[in-house]
């Protein structure tokens, strides 16, 4: 994906948006169920993002609306062709710092196993149902609590639908926040199926916006 509107988010922005991801995500449904307790919830967070944030970096294209930061949009084109090795190895060493922080936050390995029960939750599997390459994924749409209501998501989420548009692509997300599929829908995304699993009381809305 490409934007001349939007800011590319560089290497050393980084910490500034695992802060972002953090004060954005702290309310969300699926870190609360994830991870029920506060304080375990607190100190893990910003070490999660951080891991997310390393390998998306190298795997995927971040974009915030500007330099300040406000709102960021991560995506990735499955269109576009990818070197498998690094894939993997980038991802594997995610997760093992993933488990790590997990293990070492919470050495009752509650919070591990609520992971590993909840991996579907923290995947996009279900969009091999979808049969379709020519898609870009939203990983990540956030916006910092203090700068909603104006026009972020709107600009973010703009920019992709523009880009998927250009190139005949579909766009596939996923959101564990009830009030976000309306926004969604309102941008022309339909729900495709609901993943819930009997361990959690949280469902995972899995959206596409077709061609």
């Not at 969604?184 to 949280?202: A, D, I, R």
Request: negative net charge; aromatic residues 12%.
């Amino acid at each position: 994906m490409d934007s001349q509107i939007l800011y590319r988010v560089q290497r050393e922005d980084l910490p500034k948006l695992r802060e972002l991801l953090t004060e954005s995500f702290a309310e969300d449904p699926l870190y609360h169920s994830l991870i029920p307790d506060d304080e375990t919830r607190k100190r893990l967070l910003p070490e999660l993002f951080e891991c997310d944030l390393s390998e998306f970096f190298e795997n995927c294209e971040i974009f915030a609306d500007s330099r300040e930061l406000n709102g960021v949009l991560v995506v990735s084109d499955e269109s576009e062709p990818y070197n498998v090795f690094q894939y993997y190895l980038t991802e594997l060493k995610a997760l093992l710092k993933t488990d790590e922080y997990l293990i070492r936050e919470d050495m009752s390995l509650k919070t591990f196993r609520n992971f590993l029960l909840g991996r579907d939750y923290l995947n996009s599997r279900w969009t091999d149902q979808l049969h379709q390459e020519n898609r870009l994924h939203i990983i990540y749409l956030a916006v910092r609590p203090s700068m909603q209501h104006h026009g972020i998501s709107g600009q973010l989420i703009g920019e992709a639908i523009r880009y998927a548009g250009e190139h005949r692509m579909m766009i596939s997300l996923e959101t564990h926040n009830e009030r976000n599929v309306s926004l969604y829908q309102h941008f022309g995304f339909k729900v495709y199926g609901v993943v819930e699993k009997e361990y959690f009381h949280l469902k995972q809305y899995c959206m596409v916006r077709e061609l």
